[in-house]
């Protein structure tokens, strides 16, 4: 649990990473709604297509999807990741994107203290 603090105000909000394409599928429909609730208006950020482009473009890459979650359990934002190994003792996290699908987008729900989610999000990483 992060108690992040904005406005000093403090809002309990949780952090958690997805490992794996099942578990955001898991999650889809939370993840869907928090899309509908975000400013992105790309169908490419809903979970099935983080799942699709992980799966067509990015085999080599592990999913590592962190979601914030509310006081009363809904994902008010998320970050989609690919963990990419690039020597053996060094990894990298990118955003799954490339020249024809935009996946990689930060969603924060409109009615969400973006700071609040912001820190929940760097404290949980």
């Known amino acids: 649990m992060i108690a992040a603090r904005s406005n000093n105000t403090r809002v309990a909000m949780k952090t958690e990473i ?17 899309w509908q609730q975000s400013q992105c208006h790309s169908a490419s950020a809903r979970a099935e ?7 067509t473009f990015a085999r ?6 962190m979601i914030v979650r509310d006081e009363a359990d809904h ?6 990741l690919h ?3 690039r020597r053996a003792w060094m990894r990298s996290a ?3 994107v490339n ?3 935009q996946c990689g987008r930060l969603l924060v729900a409109h009615h969400c ?4 989610v912001a820190s929940a999000l760097v404290g949980g990483v």
């Open 83 to 85: 963990i990419i190994r």
């Open 94 to 96: 990118e955003m799954p």
């Open 49 to 55: 297509a983080i799942v699709n482009f992980n799966q």
């Open 18 to 34: 997805l490992r794996n394409s099942d578990e955001l599928l898991d999650v889809a429909d939370g993840w869907n709604q928090l």
């Open 99 to 101: 020249e024809w699908s």
């Open 113 to 116: 203290d973006w700071a609040a």
């Open 75 to 80: 994902i008010v934002g998320g970050l989609p």
């Open 60 to 65: 080599e890459a592990s999913l590592a999807v």
